[in-house]
């Protein structure tokens, strides 16, 4: 088991997801090689639900500023990440950004981010 897949495996079991009891959990790579993890957080208005992959990438852009290189998504089904966490992840994608979607089951898909999320709007197109 990879460290990745072990880390965000263990952050769903600490989800915060008393409507959907959907637990996800997220742990990304920064360039550095530090790792961040993340998990699903719930609120009852839904609409300031965040997401694990989100958290992860918060925690990590809060204390580093830095390009994200490897991002694993774990939830029991094996969901890849929403719409909004793919807009997220975009503004600090590293070019060669690897996408693995994990399962219980131990499924892996591994995905560029680049072909999960193509002509990602990203901040190249505020900055010309």
Not at 48 to 55: I, K, L, S
Not at 62 to 79: H, L
Request: aromatic letters at 8%.
């Amino acid at each position: 088991m990879s460290e990745l897949r072990k880390l965000a495996a263990e952050a769903s079991k600490k989800a915060y997801s008393p409507y959907s009891k959907a637990l996800v959990g997220a742990a990304i790579k920064m360039q550095s090689g530090k790792i961040y993890t993340g998990c699903n957080i719930e609120n009852s208005s839904f609409g300031g639900t965040v997401c694990a992959e989100r958290v992860a990438i918060f925690k990590a852009i809060s204390e580093q500023k830095e390009k994200i290189t490897e991002i694993y998504v774990y939830t029991k089904e094996g969901w890849p990440p929403c719409g909004m966490c793919r807009q997220v992840i975009s503004e600090f994608a590293d070019p060669n950004l690897m996408v693995i979607i994990g399962d219980e089951a131990g499924n892996e898909k591994k995905i560029k981010f680049s072909d999960l999320m193509p002509l990602s709007f990203t901040p190249d197109h505020l900055l010309k």
